[in-house]
């Protein structure tokens, strides 16, 4: 059975940092890409960060690029979001998401097959 785990979510003032991890079980995550998502009230999930299995190309949504970091550690099965210089508006629950196998695009929500739980990231002004 496939899971993901977040962890690493929190309460933090703005400007300062929080590091997320997710950790995958169930088989290796090598072969997938895997996606960072926030969800806040009233809005659509969005995606904020991917990490590509072929080359670790990386994706970052314009609002969060310079900030935020993505990264994995395949030996641990683990994929990490540094979150630096937060912003009120970054304020949501975090999801950690991965593909299948081999997959392609990475950019929508219906390119992953399996998510985590979601994590809480409040930035308070």
């Known amino acids: 059975q496939v899971q993901l785990v977040e962890s690493g979510g929190g309460l933090v003032q703005t400007g300062g940092s929080l590091r997320l991890s997710c950790a995958a079980s169930?088989?290796?995550?090598?072969?997938?890409?895997m996606g960072w998502f926030r969800q806040a009230p009233g809005t659509e999930r969005e995606l904020v960060a991917a990490?590509?299995?072929?080359?670790?190309?990386?994706y970052y949504t314009g609002s969060v690029k310079g900030r935020f970091t993505i990264s994995r550690d395949n030996d641990k099965n683990t994929v990490y979001l540094q979150m630096n210089s937060l912003k009120p508006e970054d304020t949501a629950v975090y999801y950690c998401?991965?593909?299948?196998?081999?997959?392609?695009?990475?950019?929508?929500?219906?390119?992953?097959?399996?998510w985590g739980q979601g994590t809480q990231v409040t930035v308070s002004s």
């Open positions: 998401a991965a593909q299948r196998p081999y997959g392609g695009s990475y950019f929508r929500e219906n390119d992953y097959d399996y």
């Open positions: 990490i590509t299995w072929s080359d670790s190309h990386t």
């Open positions: 169930g088989r290796t995550f090598s072969s997938s890409s």
